[in-house]
């Protein structure tokens, strides 16, 4: 397995959990800005991570994982610095969910449905060739 994209897939489940701290935080005490531009800037890096993975894999990859990708890093970035619990919530709620729903679009447990139906991005790697 290419190291990026294995590191990308690691860090990408931690940064699930960290989106969930975001969350648990701002319904309990209340937000924290600190934490959630940090999360942010932490999506960021492995969207990056992501971005470089793909161009050095041979593996093909739904158009529909960096477009759920983008959107839950808008939502985040969206009420990163933001004071208002509902909106916190509200927007961490629904960025996980698109980054579960991203990272169900490739992985092996993910819904056939997402792998059958779906044009996919070919590999860089592929491509190349």
């Given amino acids: 397995m290419n ?7 690691h860090y990408g489940s931690l940064l699930l959990l960290l989106i969930l701290i975001v969350i648990l935080v701002a319904l309990f005490k209340g937000p924290h800005t600190k934490l ?3 999360v942010t800037v932490l999506v960021d890096i ?21 477009i759920l990708a983008l ?3 808008g ?3 969206a009420a990163s610095k ?9 927007c961490f709620s629904i960025a996980l969910v698109l980054l579960i729903a991203a990272w169900a679009v ?9 792998k059958t139906n779906f044009v996919k991005l070919p590999a860089v790697a592929v491509i190349a060739k």
């Fill in 75 to 77: 939502l985040l970035h």
């Fill in 106 to 114: 490739n992985a092996s447990w993910g819904p056939e449905w997402f």
């Fill in 36 to 38: 959630q531009r940090i």
């Fill in 46 to 66: 492995n969207l990056v991570v992501g971005i470089v993975a793909f161009f050095q894999t041979v593996r093909p990859i739904s158009w529909f994982h960096p």
């Fill in 3 to 9: 190291p990026l994209f294995a590191i990308h897939k």
């Fill in 71 to 73: 959107a839950a890093v």
């Fill in 82 to 90: 933001s004071e208002d619990k509902a909106k916190v919530v509200r």
